[in-house]
């Protein structure tokens, strides 16, 4: 039976000074007037302050310096991620690449797209986005369609991919697709890096139920690549995808997106407000600190080499109900005048509207409890 | 765990297992033989001198076994008591009304742990603590909630001490340990049950509501186990104020939905006396109250937070780590 091993967390040293730095940065970068674009704000594209972020070098930090990494520690980089999330800071543009493309190219790129991308990624000027999901395969990510047909010494590629976050602004896609023909479930896939600015690739926006322009259908027709695309070796692109989930899923983001929330709140409130809402506070910080501590432990594992898939998994589950919660949490406590233009009002009225999202993101409620329960041995 | 804390939890985890069915007065022998109580009592006045991090080991164990020995209230009660002169066996008690003057206290304290087999006891008084001498102690009745046996005690004159340690917060740092092992052994428990129980023709591990509700119950689980473990490491470093009250009202939530999915996974037999899950379960719905309930850690961390308001919020929290 396998679940969640806490050990005791050894904090970088140099902690602080990394966070006033990354708080001089974020003080010194104009903020956007609406108070909403603070939540979720892993979701706000800003690539002026990508770009600062990349000459602070704080992005791509743990990538070695030859691909225009700084050789950091993975809790350094998580001291950084959990104060850009905590301030609100829009970090969207480049949050896939720092997260998961910068690493899966290290990994498994070839040298050639290495050093084509992993610089400008890390200067915080060339975006990534997920190609995983597909109109029939969501949940049921084995079931993806999109092909890979060998021409000579390239790669053609055909089919679609959907609910593709930031492909609008993204300079490449690492997609999962089939290259044995006619394989079945997880077997004969693969993964290639897509240029997104590649003849044949076409990208259909989709609004979301806010109004909002976050992700996209992404089409390909005879799409060319160069044999260097492959990313890793053809057919093994299942087990490289699980890989790239656990990167995806193990991040502070996954508890933080609603502490925009919690902060209005305390400003709304002021020193002494009703019980309920002390009390509220009081759980909501509670569940907050225990978070943060699941989160850290493994940031820690994956420093000392490990794969915390599973305590990732954990953490994902909790940290997304915990965000998801609170906004309803927070309406039900508070008298909400929905005529106001406070901070507070209008902060939680975009998160009522984009917390549903937050447990199907990266892996639904209900399959991250599946893995949960496979650890388990019930599966 | 370091080297001292494996070979600590692979003592405690022996002897806690044996000690299921063996009485009262030679369980307690054993631990004793074994220098348990003295795990937090300094090296100097001849102790352990261990870390809260090693008594997160112990303390957690015991809840895992649902231990009838009061080991953890007397590692914490020697702790505190020991270097002002009280010797035996100590246990804490989770309230106190009285006045200590001139080394002397009288009044009445209650929710004590084992009152009558115990020599001292060691009570919060104000935010503080007294330690107070049971030699010619008054029981004046004994209370019960969900199977756990407490007493209430009156003193009049008994030798006494003032202490500087928080016990109330203490206690809920123990009683969070506890519960998080608890939590845990039901989980194992749960697990094992749906696994060999069949219904529809095959086990209940198979129906995917099941494993969910015990996916829940696993998450519950771990954050437990990790807020205690967060706040052994803030009492390791110095101060642990904010993270003891959060890892209890953390630990309590989990209790109450731990305790729910695994009565629901048993089935009627997990509602019967012979069957070993109460052991655990009562015990958790007995310390979720003990030693502040979510309410009282709830407004607790609440009125710092807002005194201290938004823009110190995320600052405060991220320091208390750095
Ligand atoms: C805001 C947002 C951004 C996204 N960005 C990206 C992106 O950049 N790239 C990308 O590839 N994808 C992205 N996705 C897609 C996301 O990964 C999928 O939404 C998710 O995997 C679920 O797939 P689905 O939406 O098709 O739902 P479905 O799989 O159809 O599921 C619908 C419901 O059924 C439940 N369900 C499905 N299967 C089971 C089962 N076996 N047992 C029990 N319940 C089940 C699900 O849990 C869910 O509740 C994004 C999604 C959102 C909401």
Redesign the interface.
């Known amino acids: 039976?396998q679940?969640?091993h806490?050990?005791?967390?050894a904090?970088p040293d140099n902690?602080?000074s990394i966070?006033a730095q990354v708080r001089s940065i974020i003080a010194a970068h104009p903020r956007h007037p609406d108070p909403a674009k603070r939540a979720n704000s892993w979701a706000v594209a800003d690539p002026a302050f990508s770009a600062r972020l990349g000459a602070e070098g704080l992005i791509g930090m743990t990538w070695p310096k030859e691909y225009g990494g700084h050789a950091r520690s993975n809790l350094e980089r998580y001291v950084v991620l959990?104060?850009l999330l905590?301030?609100g800071a829009p970090v969207g543009a480049h949050w896939i690449a720092d997260r998961q493309t910068g690493g899966m190219l290290l990994r498994y790129g070839h040298e050639t797209e290495k050093q084509r991308w992993l610089p400008g990624m890390a200067r915080g000027a060339i975006f990534a986005c997920i190609g995983l999901s597909e109109p029939n395969a969501g949940s049921d990510l084995a079931s993806v369609r999109t092909q890979a047909r060998k021409r000579g010494d390239r790669w053609i590629i055909d089919g679609q991919k959907v609910w593709t976050t930031g492909a609008h602004f993204s300079h490449l896609m690492i997609a999962l697709v089939r290259t044995a023909e006619g394989s079945q479930r997880n077997e004969g896939l693969s993964q290639f890096v897509i240029p997104m600015d590649a003849p044949g690739v076409s990208i259909k926006p989709i609004i979301d139920l806010t109004g909002g322009h976050d992700f996209n259908e992404v089409f390909f027709d005879g799409v060319e690549l160069p044999e260097t695309a492959l990313a890793g070796i053809e057919g093994e692109g299942w087990k490289q995808a699980t890989a790239e989930l656990s990167l995806e899923r193990s991040g502070p983001e996954r508890y933080l997106s609603s502490?925009a929330l919690?902060?209005?709140l305390?400003?709304h409130?002021?020193?002494?407000?009703d019980?309920a809402?002390?009390?509220?506070?009081?759980?909501l910080?509670?569940?907050?600190?225990?978070?943060?501590?699941?989160s850290a432990?493994v940031a820690a594992k994956l420093a000392d080499g490990e794969d915390p898939a599973l305590?990732a998994t954990?953490v994902k589950?909790?940290g997304n109900s915990f965000e998801q919660a609170m906004p309803g949490l927070v309406q039900a406590t508070i008298d909400i005048d929905p005529a106001s233009t406070t901070a507070l009002t209008r902060v939680l009225e975009h998160l009522l509207q984009v917390a549903p999202s937050f447990s199907l993101r990266g892996g639904t409620r209900?399959i991250?409890?599946?893995i949960?329960?496979r650890?388990?041995?019930?599966? | 765990m370091n080297e001292q804390q494996n070979m600590l939890s692979d003592m405690a985890n022996g002897v806690f297992a044996e000690l299921r069915d063996t009485p009262a007065a030679e369980a307690w022998a054993r631990i004793e033989a074994l220098g348990l109580p003295s795990l937090l009592i300094r090296e100097a006045d001849g102790g352990f001198g261990g870390s809260w991090q090693d008594a997160l080991v112990v303390f957690r164990l015991a809840g895992h076994h649902a231990l009838s020995t009061p080991l953890v209230e007397a590692i914490l009660a020697a702790g505190a008591g020991t270097h002002l002169g009280f010797a035996g066996r100590g246990t804490i008690a989770s309230r106190s009304e009285g006045r200590l003057e001139n080394g002397r206290f009288t009044g009445t304290l209650a929710g004590v742990v084992a009152g009558p087999r115990a020599d001292f006891v060691v009570a919060p008084l104000g935010d503080r603590s007294v330690v107070v001498d049971l030699s010619q102690a008054r029981f004046v009745e004994e209370t019960h909630f969900s199977g756990a046996s407490r007493t209430v005690i009156g003193i009049d004159g008994a030798r006494a001490a003032a202490s500087e340690l928080r016990i109330f917060a203490l206690g809920a740092f123990a009683r969070s340990a506890q519960i998080a092992g608890a939590l845990d052994a039901a989980l194992v428990m749960a697990v094992h049950y749906v696994n060999e129980r069949w219904q529809f023709g095959k086990t209940l591990a198979k129906f995917q509501a099941v494993q969910q509700n015990l996916a829940t119950f696993a998450c519950e689980a771990a954050a437990a186990n990790c807020a205690a473990m967060g706040a052994a490491q803030a009492l390791d470093r110095g101060d642990g104020a904010f993270e003891v009250a959060a890892a209890k009202l953390r630990a309590n939530q989990a209790a109450g939905i731990g305790t729910a999915i695994a009565h629901q996974a048993h089935g009627a037999i997990g509602f019967t006396h012979e069957f070993g899950l109460h052991p655990l379960t009562r015990r958790l719905w007995s310390w979720r109250s003990e030693f502040g309930g979510d309410a009282y850690w709830a407004n607790l961390l609440g009125a710092g937070i807002l005194a201290r308001g938004a823009d110190h919020f995320w600052a405060d929290l991220a320091a208390r780590t750095d």
């Open positions: 039976m679940t969640f806490p050990q005791p967390i904090w902690a602080a966070r959990e104060e905590a301030a502490t919690f902060l209005e305390l400003r409130v002021g020193e002494s407000p019980p809402v002390r009390q509220l506070v009081g759980r910080a509670a569940d907050m600190w225990t978070l943060r501590m699941m432990t305590e954990i589950d909790l209900e991250l409890k599946g949960i329960a650890g388990l041995g019930l599966r």
